[in-house]
């Protein structure tokens, strides 16, 4: 459920990018779908192969996506 809810926020930032060319709205979709990514590899993780660690692939996936939001913020603000 989470990851669908982020990929259709991203998908709606993404058509507002389209629209719009804010940069800042590219960054928050990509985001959002980095976040949808990383709920996907949860749920990967958790229930599909249990026994694989995905710890590190998820964290790596989520600190792009964090990253990529903060930088947004900081050109959009500077």
Do not use: H, K, Q
């Amino acid at each position: 459920m989470c990851a669908a809810t982020g990929l259709a926020c991203s998908v709606l930032l993404f058509r507002g990018y389209r629209r719009n060319g804010a940069r800042l709205l590219l960054l928050c979709g990509l985001f959002f779908l980095s976040l949808s990514l990383e709920n996907v590899l949860v749920f990967v993780n958790r229930i599909i192969v249990p026994d694989v660690d995905l710890e590190l692939l998820r964290t790596s996936v989520a600190l792009v996506g964090v990253s990529l939001f903060l930088v947004g913020l900081i050109w959009d603000v500077g």
